[in-house]
């Protein structure tokens, strides 16, 4: 295969001229073939020639003698890289070559470099004819097979191993079958492609894109609660299932030349196509949380809120510097040492590519002489202001305090004795409210003979004056005991608490309700007793209590056999089914569990306590309540 050269020598050049239209035939193509290889002086263009694929030497150090191997797009002003293959393993820039083999391997060889960089190596023979390596034009480089029918499989991708830049159908997530991870990395400097300090990641259990710096947590996005949505101009989908969960963004057109990126820098900033800031883990300092920030767990105690640094030109002399020569450091790192250390005053890069660290320290700020055409140092500027206020704080702090007590304990009896009118008029209110319930309720029991208005003396001799030993449980609003009337019947007999929550208007309401409702799956009221703030409702007694008296039980649970549990849970949806459906007037209980569900000697169920419930009529549908109330 022949791929294009980019450079010739001077004494081709009339050949170059007769060959330039064969020449750009030849430029666009976009295929490796088994035993193809691609030179430092060839190229590999995707088929509209969006985006290229070379050895190029991103370091602009003219001396430097490696050279990686990256996709750039052509697209960008700066034709930037937009990934790279060997971003930690540069290697010889006169004499790499990236190789698909025969045995479909993808690697890059070098004469000076002893072990080749594989990126693909099939663990199963592959069928050479119907393999290839292709650039496409949405800018990812793929080894796939050819089947006869025309579709093809992708064995692998640059897609899975994203460096710096995010494209339209990149991932950040990740694979829950194989565990692979998507996410960027930022180089280590400007011309350094390196793995660098910042790492951004999507965050699937939180549903949020975060940014960490050498693992600590910088920036984070934020819950992003939509599947698919935009930022900063830009679409994304968001996809979880039970093989993957990923952040991608996508195209807003058809138009392919259309140029959607976004990129993480050396500094933690994320960008845009246009250069904008999405994400500024770049001002982030642990102590402040405004965009994205996240506060850290450890602050140097010379460090203070609003402390920053800011690119000044300053005249120093050599005893201000302390070089630190390594160029492993980028300028995160060399941030944060100054950062971290007290005596640091500002700081900037010791080598041209971006790398080292020159850190910058005085005695006093008139040593630092800040003026046009000096040197251009990162300068940490101090919030000054706490230092100058601590005294006016202790004023403030020594004459508000007291006045602040004052005025909350006047607040306090102020409010006290605003709340005992109140109750007051509302016991004034509720006893009137109490004297038109029994009224009305004495008229609705006359039209009823199987219903009857008991003395309270009466209802005392039949618990023996409220007895703890006649105690069968406590309901939501107040306790029930067990009574014996004086017919002889046994009862349950529910004494409503002085201090409950349920008023007059649900105490008549469950009355009222109770004694509309006739069914054989609801309990049944047998009367009801008013005398001054006592309210007692009489029920029948239910010889096997309430349902959770078994539920909640590791002993008592035994006894509910399947049959039994069967019987119910149907028990339970007939009594629902005729307060919803066929009742006279139609009924939400709004309190139903396992305490309200009451059982006979057989183990029926019965539906109770109705101080909740709601009733509308029967041609209505649907009710409103502004009250949190219920189960």
Sequence with gaps: MVICYKQLGEYHFFLVLLLISVQCVIAANNILKPGDTLNTRSQLCSENNIYCMDFSPLNTNPIVNYTHLSISDNRKDDN????????NQPVDKHSAVLMLNHSGVLKIESSKDAKPIILFSSPQPLNNNNTEAKLLDTGNFVVQQLHPNGTNTVLWQSFDYPTDTLLPGMKLGVNHKTGHNWSLVSWLAVSDPRIGAFRFEWEPIRRELIIKERGRLSWTSGELRNNNGSIHNTKYTIVSNDDESYFTITTTSSNEQELIMWEVLETGRLIDRNKEAIARADMCYGYNTDGGCQKWEEIPTCRHSGDAFETREVYVSMNMLNNLGNSSYGPSDCRDICWENCACNGYRNYYDGGTGCTFLHWNSTEEANFASGGETFHILVNNTHHKGTKKWIWITVAVVVPFVICAFI???????????????????METGMLDSAIKDLEDEFKKRQNLKV??????LSATNDFSPENKLGQGGF???YKGILPTGQEAAIKRLSKTSRQGVVEFKNELMLICELQHMNLVQLLGCCIHEEERILIYEYMPNKSLDFYLFDCTRSKLLDWKKRFNIIEGISQGLLYLHKYSRLKVIHRDLKASNILLDENMNPKISDFGLARMFEEQESTTTTSRIIGT
Excluded: I
């Excluded at 930037?80 to 971003?87: D, G, L, T």
């Design 80 to 87: 930037s890289a937009v990934w790279v293959a060997n971003r």
């Design 478 to 480: 107040g306790p029930v």
């Design 454 to 459: 008991f003395k309270y003396t009466s209802v």
């Design 410 to 428: 006047l607040f306090l009896a102020l409010k006290k004795r605003k709340h005992l009118f109140e109750e007051k008029k509302r016991n004034r």
